[in-house]
């Protein structure tokens, strides 16, 4: 399958600039609407979070294959029920919406929330060894950060394979593990989300735990704490966190419902070809490249 999946994404690459040029490029809608359904994955329950809000759910899939000590850290702490209560106290402009304990930033530490038994401190998982097991899917316009960029298991991922490592990109949506000037002060009990132009340079410099998958509009749409760094000064923009549940953690009838395109599938491709070289009435000249980071992947409700 991906022997053939990696042929059409090739031919796709392998057209000339002039080939449809008469006909318009379909769009995103229009690619999704003829995708098949096998082209779709359900995350695993074991590896998919359900934030709850005030204004409704975030749900975010980890990323266990590149960062597996955070990931299970973080799977003990949402077993132990510690987010619950916990809130989003930085919103920093074109930058990220940071959650974590709120008393972690006040004068007063004595309310800090105890983290159980997950580990306090974990070693830096900030690359890991390109495993050819695992799918890849190559952008061909280059990267100004890597060697090498593409799509695995669902991911932006960046490659060095003079060096043989390959992590997760700091894309739109990318959620990240906070940490202080120490690599291995951070455990997952402070996490951020990626709310604006892809900060590159925080690359293989920090763990990334995994990716929101749904919900973007509750953590990028909230009201932008003061400059520097965007921490809320009044606490009473402070979100409260009602919840975070592993969707394993909760009974079949009550799972998120949703899908995400696969990023070995022939439609991803096509998305990909399609907005390296848009034509329509609109875009009469095509850019005939694209980022890493300007390419969404599609979820939906699952049917």
Request: glycine fraction near 6%.
């Amino acid at each position: 399958m991906r022997t053939i999946l990696a042929f059409t994404l090739a031919s796709l690459l392998a057209l000339p600039a002039w080939a449809d040029e008469a006909k318009p490029t379909p769009t995103t809608k229009e690619l999704l609407a003829r995708s098949a359904p096998q082209e779709w994955r359900t995350p695993d329950p074991a590896n998919l979070l359900d934030m709850k809000l005030p204004g409704g759910h975030v749900l975010i899939e980890l990323a266990p294959d590149f960062t597996p000590l955070h990931a299970a850290n973080i799977r003990t702490l949402v077993h132990e029920h510690y987010f619950d209560g916990l809130a989003i106290v930085r919103v920093q402009d074109n930058f990220v919406t940071q959650w974590d304990d709120p008393a972690a930033d006040d004068e007063d530490k004595a309310h800090i929330k105890p983290l159980g038994s997950a580990k306090k401190t974990l070693p830096p998982e900030y690359t890991r060894a390109i495993d050819p097991k695992l799918e890849w899917t190559p952008l061909p316009d280059g990267d100004v950060y890597a060697k090498e960029v593409g799509f695995s298991e669902g991911f932006p991922v960046a490659r060095d394979p003079a060096s043989g490592r390959e992590w997760i990109t700091h894309c739109y949506g990318t959620v990240g593990v906070a940490r202080d000037v120490g690599p291995t002060t951070g455990n997952g009990s402070a996490l951020y989300a990626i709310i604006g132009q892809a900060p590159r340079g925080l690359d293989r410099n920090l763990a990334v735990a995994g990716r929101v998958i749904d919900g973007m509009e509750l953590l990028s749409g909230l009201p932008r704490g003061p400059a520097p760094m965007g921490f809320y000064a009044d606490k009473a923009q402070r979100v409260p966190i009602e919840s975070v549940r592993l969707a394993a953690d909760l009974p079949a009838a009550e799972r998120p419902k949703i899908e995400v395109l696969r990023t070995d599938s022939a439609t991803f491709a096509k998305l990909i070809e399609a907005k390296r070289n848009r034509r329509d009435a609109f875009y009469t000249n095509p850019a005939g490249a694209i980022d890493l980071c300007s390419i969404a992947i599609p979820s939906r409700v699952k049917k």
